[in-house]
């Protein structure tokens, strides 16, 4: 049996005055209009904190340190058409710069949210990671049909 594999999505919850970033997805041909934390797939050669790092710099145009950022959750999301992933959620609280949106190709806006206010549009695997991370939880399982499934949403207590 072949070994599995599976796209790493880096994950970053930036955190201020108790509300989280999200971006607005658009022209990326999925999932447009939803909203998403700042994200984006591992690439060759560079490590998940890595990514964080490159992709907050690419997405919103802010300058991250490893010492900036904390492992908080990880999350293995299987979409409706069956398509999985792993995603590895990190935390910053401070960081260089005002976040803009910098791919506006790729994105409609940017807007802050509180935790227990999320919109509706809100990607369930953003979704799903935001709550997990507000429960203190480090793993879920979604949309494989376990019970790890997100939850109602309380105001985190970090």
Known sequence: MPRYQTIVDA???LVRDGQVLLAQRQGTGYADGCWNLPSGHLEEGET????????AREEIGIDLHPDDLRFVHMCHF????????IGAFFE?????GDPYNAEPHKCAQLAWFPFDELPS????????????????????AVGWGAPAQAGAVATPQR
């Open 11 to 13: 994950m970053l919850i």
């Open 48 to 55: 998940i904190d890595q990514a964080v790092i490159r992709e």
């Open 78 to 85: 299987r979409n409706p058409e069956g398509q999985a992933r």
């Open 92 to 96: 910053a609280k401070t960081w260089a």
């Open 121 to 140: 549009n809100t990607y369930p695997y953003t979704a799903a990671g935001v709550q997990d991370y507000v429960r203190g939880s480090a793993y879920a």
